[in-house]
């Protein structure tokens, strides 16, 4: 069968950025295993495995728009300490993240992570960090299937490479 919505689909992938960065891959001899149209992996990649097979090659390459969206210098801020309330100031440190309001669009929420933890400033950055990156995905399809009524139910896969919560 071909991959289609509420299929069941294994993959073994690969994923550099278009300049060459490895970014991510399956472990040898343990696919991805996800429920198609849900979702599960970013828009760019599903839409490029729709209609295809068990057993075929699919060679992707996503522009940012449909990966991890475009890079935003707005989102790349130098923020007072004072703006953290007390108990918070003395957890900053990189990696910490919240949630704020976007610097110039009032009402769209972005989850922040500081960077760099100055005197009485920090560095902290909205974007991804893989925004504004093209990526290209070698995909080998291994198992394609249908999902069952209760994986349906459920909205994930069960069994090998899916949930083991039965
Ligand atoms: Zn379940």
């Not at 990966?67 to 703006?83: C, I, N, Q, T, W």
């Not at 993240?97 to 909205?126: M, W």
Request: glycine fraction near 10%.
């Amino acid at each position: 069968m071909t991959i289609g919505p509420n299929s069941v689909v294994s993959i073994h992938y690969k994923v550099a950025t278009s300049e060459g960065e490895d970014v991510d891959a399956s472990e040898p001899g343990h696919p991805l295993t996800y429920l198609h149209g849900h979702g599960q992996i970013i828009a760019g990649l599903e839409a490029a495995l729709n209609g295809r097979a068990q057993g075929e090659h699919v060679h992707a390459t996503l522009a940012p728009a449909q990966a991890y969206g475009e890079h935003d210098p707005e989102l790349d801020m130098r923020v007072s300490k004072k703006l953290f309330p007390a108990h918070v100031r003395n957890e900053l440190q990189p990696g910490f993240r919240f949630g704020a309001e976007h610097p110039k669009q009032a009402g769209v929420q972005v989850r922040y992570t500081v960077q760099e933890v100055e005197d009485d400033t920090v560095l902290v950055s909205g974007n991804h960090p893989l925004a504004g990156k093209t990526l290209v995905f070698q995909v080998d399809v291994a198992e394609v299937r249908a999902a069952t009524e209760e994986e349906l139910a459920h909205g994930h896969v069960h069994g090998p490479g899916g949930h083991h919560h039965h």
